[in-house]
């Protein structure tokens, strides 16, 4: 079937220090699956962070990353030098453009912490 | 400036009483969605609506119905809540592009049956 599996949290890491959250997606009923990350920051909603649909591409936002990469079927979220602003729950998405109203596959989210 | 509001964001409810949880968008977005988030779960879709009138079951449709009688108003309704219920739940809208759909969320509404 059609999922996301991603980085088990919570995740601590320390101010300036390198990131990497896991994704991996399965999309056996999807040609050309489109990819997403979404933060929901404290007492926000989800809001989206950056997406990518066209496979080898990558796409980047307030200093995060990810690249599409459809030979390891991955979409790992990744950022130089973390700040304690970034502290929240993320969240990668699949979605499927031919369905024509997009159904979306989201992963379980992963808690990040980032102490001072 | 999108954005998806949703009401009440917290809520009280013992079991076996009715709940009414709203959502507005002021995109004129077609299709809207409830979603509900629980630990460990990650997101499960409950319904979707592509516009009025005009909605489909998600993977854990049962216990709940919703309603859409105007583009920009989408609510979930649970008859006779169960403590099961008790959840943070999301309201979304998707605007369709050339560069892929995006979801635009609520802020949430947690929901506690006892």
């Known amino acids: 079937g059609d999922s996301v599996t991603q980085t088990e949290g919570p995740v601590t890491v320390s101010e300036s220090e390198s990131l990497i959250i896991n994704c991996t997606y399965s999309a056996t009923s999807i040609a050309y699956p489109n990819l997403f990350w979404y933060v929901r920051y404290p007492g926000e909603g989800l809001q989206l962070l950056l997406k990518?649909?066209?496979?080898?591409q990558k796409g980047s936002s307030r200093g995060f990353e990810a690249t599409y990469n459809k030979e390891t079927t991955s979409f790992h979220l990744q950022k130089a030098s973390v700040q304690e602003s970034d502290s929240a729950v993320y969240y990668c998405a699949l979605g499927d453009p031919n369905t024509g109203y997009q159904n979306f596959y989201f992963g379980k989210g992963t808690s990040l912490t980032v102490i001072p | 400036d999108m954005k998806v509001t949703q009401m009440p964001r917290y809520l009280i409810k013992r079991m076996g009483e009715n709940v009414l949880l709203e959502c507005g968008q002021d995109m004129s977005h077609e299709t809207m969605y409830w979603y509900r988030q629980d630990p460990g779960l990650g997101l499960q879709l409950i319904y979707i609506?592509?516009?009025?009138?005009?909605?489909s079951e998600g993977d854990i449709p049962k216990g709940y119905r919703v309603s859409r009688k105007k583009r920009e108003h989408f609510s979930l309704i649970l008859d006779s809540a169960k403590t099961n219920q008790t959840s943070v739940y999301f309201c979304?809208?998707?605007?369709?592009?050339?560069?892929?759909?995006?979801?635009?969320f609520g802020e949430g509404s947690r929901l506690i049956v006892v």
């Open positions: 990518v649909i066209t496979a080898g």
């Open positions: 609506s592509y516009d009025v009138d005009s909605n």
């Open positions: 979304a809208s998707s605007l369709p592009g050339i560069s892929g759909n995006t979801l635009y």
